[in-house]
């Protein structure tokens, strides 16, 4: 019973982190309908940066942040602008996929020319001891990682729902040629959705280089996971794709300590065959998923 | 005109067929028989992407099942190979159905999203299903030929190969002219459209990814009698079905020889970054840069840029119901 | 009609394809006069990128090191030696093309094996097939031998399932107090790190002592916090990880973050890589691994090796470029001996049989091989104490004493 409450928290904390991870897909999809791929390599890549930072400076990672999240909400942009943009629109949504894959391939391969091929990782004092409540042990990585989550996402809430932007975002993520009828600048919101989307891989990569060792090749594990998780909470809705992010996070920590390692990873197939026979849409996305 | 374009397949094919004779060393026969593989598989790949327009990442998935099929099939009930290899495939066609009932029900993205989970998913089974399939130790298949030595062998597989290459041709040839064919086209023009015109697009669909698979398998099946050891985290690799997918944009989809022209280039291409730049991850980077440029720049393929009358046959460029829907974004 | 014709044509070409065999260049053709002359070309594919790159960078490095010794000496046989790596980017399919390549077009002298046994196999199809000899310095599962390779051998002192032999047999005499009662084991899904822990555990159960957690995880395994837990519930007095690197330090983490506190930790390969006592900060300390080679021991040209290593790569040697220096080792011994360095088949058995009869004294201690290939000496077991390693078992060769219980993590 421990055991599988242990289980649980570990899985909601997973989950968490799954649900930043997993937030920029969600928003390049919804303003491009572009599955990108590459993704879980700029995580990697923001790791990477992290590890930088921490070892030349022996700073401490999150004081990368300010220099990586802007840079990579650039980097987004001059992706959007320079390459997703420049696709034929009846193509973009199978197009992009070669084209991010072929971006994911590029980054593995440039950061193992830099970096090499060996396992870095970046471990602070913190990062190995616990909190206990009732025999539960939770972990403090764990616990920073969800707080940053939950942080990075409330902040991604907001800007969606309060701002002027987040309004000019959202209306191109729902209907784009309407959006741009009421005189939304829906090309330039697309870019900065993907700069924001990239920004959020920032933070998600200096979280992960936290709790795991990396090398160039890491990402190829996430791609599968992610997708998953936003095809079960429907493409496009970032809301969604957390609250998928969660599920699927308690659903692998119980799996894991009742069954085992393959059946746990494989729920997360076996929930997106589900959701595609029962609901192709996804949990929360609306007629938007179903068409693309 | 009409004796050059029957002639110059035919004076292809002879070349194909004396290739091995041909060249030097029988390296370079193995790379012939693994780029007609590639070949073979990346044609097979554009029954469903050329004609439907759906680009599956996970054609790898039914090379893996092929090839384990027919592995497990000889190696555990003794099925001599060249029966193994036929049922294999369609076992692994029969799978293909019912994965492509589930698959098909989403469009465009989702479709690219679940033929990427199909492939983590075999491997996750057949690597985990140890008893079985020898999980991480791998699946050693006899060769078919113990007489033959090395290089004899890669000179009959290159042939047998060929065949596969031609069967997969032969097929595109024959859907391309067909009402199915013809069915596949408007699904791809405008899946709506079609379904309201009474074309039975889910039907369609789930065939044209059992007949893609069946030959991907095939292909997946001669590769394990021929290799001779199976590792999951190979066989169900998407670099594998990202190959494909490469090879056949690159030669261009709506064309016949697109698939096998691009395979012609890409993995000759793929040896020489190997060799070239081989002691760096430089060659990664190299592959991911053709991909992106391909892609912006080349997205219809060398045919279609060579070209404005089409070498073979082929998919019409672009229909009068794609300019209007082009026109209305 | 179309289908007859393909068949026609397929029959008629296997059948050709069964007598013509023109090719003169396989291995086995006389080597031309020119070839005796120019440099000893040793071909290599090694995975310097995917997801065996670690392991396989370090054995490159031993590879390159004994190559440069070999030189600085005036080379083998008087003529210089070089090295031509491919990757295989961790794919079996490459390493068939790479040795392919580099047999029948580069023409090499001599090849050094790949690293990993998923890739060793492939490997040495290959090379078996064209009757070169093939001395690997990474393939210890057991599978790897049962192949019927003639022409393969392990550079290092024992096949995976006996890396803990010596640990075995220490906690099976402790005295009935102090030894542990209960294991808990997890490991990788590969068949080395499988090999190195079950090994132990088949040993330790048969002794009685009680195998409570036996986890198996797949390769994109990267929360150990749950397998962890699973641990932690069973309160085991060892943890035994079939690991490698990056596995490795995520149990060590998840088993500290869940207040595991085990009498003795055992890992395969994390622990004896550079990088895993920073990774997993103070926890390194008592941690045990087998290992098969040693920084301090005096066996022939080690400290040579170490000292040679470190000028050119700035930094220790490590265990995979240690193993990767034996293959060179092994290799100059034969090839001394035989008086030959070229790809004929007179020539690679005279190798073959050579390393088969010989004891060859290498940076890992005085090796001999069985008539499958399988190395017939034993690792050593090595342990974080006062932060350093040290060898701790068996007696003769221990630097330090071994350490048990451990301390709190």
Redo the contacts between chains.
């Keep these: 019973m421990?055991?599988l409450l242990?289980?649980l928290a570990?899985?909601v904390l997973?989950g968490g982190l799954y649900a930043l991870l997993s937030s920029g897909l969600s928003l390049y999809?919804g303003v491009m309908?572009?599955?990108m791929?590459a993704h879980p390599a700029f995580l990697f890549l923001a790791a990477y940066l992290t590890y930088t930072v921490h070892t030349v400076f022996g700073a401490d990672p999150f004081l990368a942040l300010p220099v990586t999240v802007p840079l990579f909400f650039l980097l987004g942009v001059a992706v959007q602008r320079l390459?997703v943009a420049?696709?034929?629109?009846?193509?973009v949504?199978?197009?992009?996929?070669?084209?991010t894959?072929?971006?994911?391939?590029?980054?593995?391969?440039?950061?193992?020319?830099f970096y090499?091929?060996?396992?870095?990782?970046v471990?602070m004092?913190y990062?190995?001891?616990?909190l206990?409540v009732a025999g539960v042990?939770l972990?403090?990585?764990?616990i920073i990682a969800f707080a940053v989550a939950a942080l990075t996402l409330g902040v991604l809430f907001a800007v969606l729902v309060k701002s002027r932007f987040g309004q000019a975002l959202r209306a191109t993520i729902q209907h784009r040629?309407a959006a741009r009828l009421v005189g939304v600048p829906t090309e330039r919101v697309a870019g900065y959705g993907f700069g924001v989307g990239l920004a959020t891989a920032a933070v998600g990569g200096t979280v992960l280089a936290l709790i795991?060792?990396?090398?160039?090749?890491?990402h190829?594990?996430?791609?599968?996971k992610l997708?998953?998780i936003?095809?079960v909470g429907g493409?496009g809705s970032v809301a969604g794709a957390a609250l998928a992010a969660v599920l699927l996070g308690v659903v692998?920590?119980v799996v894991?300590?009742t069954v085992?390692?393959?059946?746990?990873?494989?729920m997360?197939?076996v929930f997106?065959?589900l959701t595609?026979?029962a609901r192709?849409q996804g949990f929360f996305g609306g007629r938007l998923?179903?068409?693309? | 005109m009409r004796t050059a374009s029957r002639g110059l397949p035919l004076l292809a094919a002879a070349l194909a067929i004396a290739y091995p004779w041909l060249v030097p060393n029988y390296y370079l026969v193995y790379a012939g028989a693994l780029t007609v593989m590639y070949a073979a598989m990346a044609t097979s790949w554009n029954l469903l992407g050329g004609f439907t327009g759906y680009v599956s990442l996970g054609h790898s998935a039914f090379f893996g099942l092929g090839a384990y099929g027919t592995g497990l099939l000889v190696t555990r009930l003794d099925v001599p190979w060249a029966l193994a290899l036929p049922v294999s495939a369609l076992l692994v066609t029969v799978f293909a159905v019912g994965v492509g009932v589930a698959a098909v029900r989403v469009r465009g993205a989702s479709f690219v999203i679940v033929s990427i989970a199909l492939v983590s998913m075999m491997n996750l089974v057949v690597q985990g299903w140890r008893s079985l399939t020898g999980g991480s130790t791998g699946l050693q298949v006899p060769s078919p030929f113990p007489d033959l030595h090395r290089g004899q062998t890669h000179m009959v597989f290159f042939h047998l190969f060929l065949v596969l290459l031609g069967l997969a041709l032969l097929s595109w040839w024959y859907v391309s002219r067909s009402r199915f064919g013809a069915g596949l086209r408007a699904i791809r023009e405008d899946e709506d459209k079609a379904e309201s015109l009474g074309v039975p697009t889910a039907a369609y669909k789930v065939a044209a990814f059992a007949l893609s698979a069946l030959f991907v398998a095939l292909a997946g099946g001669l590769y394990a009698l021929w290799f001779g050891s199976l590792d999951p985290i190979f066989m169900f690799s998407i670099l594998i079905g990202s190959y494909m997918v490469l090879m056949s944009l690159l030669g261009g989809v709506r064309h016949l020889y697109g698939p096998l022209l691009g395979a012609l280039i890409v993995a000759p291409a793929g040896e020489y970054f190997l060799i070239a730049l081989g002691e760096t991850q430089v060659h990664l980077a190299a592959t991911g840069v053709l991909l992106i440029l391909v892609v912006l720049f080349m997205p219809e393929g060398i045919l279609s840029r060579l070209t404005r009358r089409r070498p073979g046959p082929s998919i019409p460029e672009e229909s009068a119901g794609q300019r209007l829907e082009g026109a209305a974004r | 009609m179309p289908r007859l014709f393909s068949r026609l044509v397929i029959t008629s070409m296997c059948g050709l394809a069964l007598t013509a065999c023109a090719k003169t260049d396989g291995p086995g053709a006389a080597p031309s006069p020119g070839q005796q002359q120019g440099p000893v070309k040793i071909g290599i594919s090694l995975p310097l990128t995917g997801d065996f790159s670690e392991p396989g960078k370090g054995i490159q490095e031993g590879y390159q090191v004994w190559a440069d010794r070999v030189n600085a000496k005036g080379g083998l046989l008087g003529r210089k030696v070089e090295l031509i790596f491919r990757d295989d980017a961790s794919d079996p399919n490459r390493v068939s093309s790479d040795y392919e390549s580099l047999i029948t077009q580069d023409k090499v002298d001599l090849v050094f094996g790949p690293f990993s046994s998923r890739l060793v196999i492939p490997a040495a199809k290959v090379a078996e097939s064209y009757g070169m000899v093939f001395v690997e310095p990474a393939g210890a599962a057991k599978e790897v031998f049962e192949q019927g390779f003639e022409r393969l051998f392990y550079a290092a002192p024992a096949i995976a399932d006996d890396h803990y032999d010596y640990l075995a047999d220490h906690l099976i005499k402790l005295p009935e107090d102090q030894r542990p009662k209960t294991a808990a084991y997890a490991s990788l899904d590969d068949p080395f790190a499988q090999g190195t822990a079950y090994g132990l555990r088949d040993r330790l159960a048969e002794a009685g002592i009680k195998t409570v957690v036996d986890e198996v995880y797949p390769p994109e395994t990267t929360d150990f916090s749950p397998i962890a837990a699973k641990i932690a519930a069973a309160k085991p007095d060892l943890v035994v990880g079939g690991t490698q690197f990056e596995d490795s330090v995520g149990l060590v983490r998840a088993l500290q973050e869940l207040k595991v506190q085990p009498k003795l930790a055992a890992f395969s390969t994390g622990p004896t890589l550079a990088e895993f006592p920073d990774a997993v900060k103070g926890a390194a300390e008592h941690i045990v691994s087998p290992v098969g080679w040693s920084a301090a021991s005096t066996f022939t040209g080690n400290e040579e090796m170490v000292g040679r290593y470190k000028e050119m790569f700035g930094g220790p040697a490590n265990e995979d470029a240690a193993n990767g220096y034996t293959v060179g080792q092994i290799i100059e011994a034969a090839v001394t001996a035989a008086g030959c360095a070229d790809p004929s088949k007179e020539c690679q058995d005279k190798l073959t049989e050579h390393i088969r009869q010989g004891t060859f004294d290498t940076v890992v201690g005085p090796l001999s091989f069985d008539d499958k290939g399988r190395p017939e000496q034993a690792h050593m077991i090595q342990q974080y104490v006062d932060g350093r390693i040290e060898i701790v078992l068996p007696e003769q060769a221990k630097t330090a004493d071994f350490v048990y219980p451990k301390q709190a993590w």
Excluded: C
């Design positions: 421990s055991l242990q289980g570990l899985g997973t999809f309908r572009v599955v791929v390459l420049r696709l034929a629109p009846e193509n949504p199978m197009m992009s996929v070669l084209l894959f072929g971006l994911a391939l590029t980054i593995e391969g440039l950061l193992g020319t090499t091929g060996s396992y870095k990782s471990s004092e990062a190995t001891r616990s206990t042990h972990p403090y990585d764990k040629e795991t060792p990396f090398f160039p090749a890491s190829w594990v996430w791609i599968g997708m998953a936003i095809v493409l692998e920590g894991l300590v085992d390692a393959t059946w746990a990873t494989m997360f197939y997106l065959f595609l026979l192709p998923a179903h068409r693309f």
